[in-house]
Nanobody
């Protein structure tokens, strides 16, 4: 198990940007897939973006071209740069660490270790 701590959420106007960070309690070199999920009020949690240890990335269609996921293994940290934010991006954002292949993470169900979440609120 690995503990994950997210930060960087907040209140931002539509069109603005935020950068989320997720720091792991141990090295993430051996963690195959790191990712970000989000949950809007009244909705199920959904995948936003995932990145493998080899750098392969998958984005949800709704965030392609606006969000960028990256990982710094030396700092045990995963980032999510969010640009051109929209009201529909509002929700709690969760960091995930999963040993499965990217394709398995994308297909679901959700597994692995989770952070406590950080709130992102986009005002229109």
């Amino acid at each position: 198990q690995v503990q994950l701590v997210e930060s960087g959420g907040g209140l931002v106007q539509a069109g603005g940007s935020l950068r989320l960070s997720c720091v792991a309690s141990r090295s993430i070199y051996s963690i195959n897939t790191m990712g970000w999920f989000r949950q809007a009020p009244g909705k199920q949690r959904e995948l936003v973006a995932v990145i493998t240890s080899g750098g392969t990335i998958h984005y949800a269609d709704s965030v392609k071209g606006r969000f960028t996921i990256s990982r710094d293994n030396a700092k045990n940290t995963v980032y999510l740069q969010m640009n051109n934010l929209k009201a529909e991006d509002t929700g709690a954002y969760y960091c995930n660490a999963d040993q499965r292949l990217l394709e398995e993470v994308v297909a679901g169900p959700e597994r692995g270790s989770w952070g406590q979440g950080t709130q992102v609120t986009v005002s229109s």
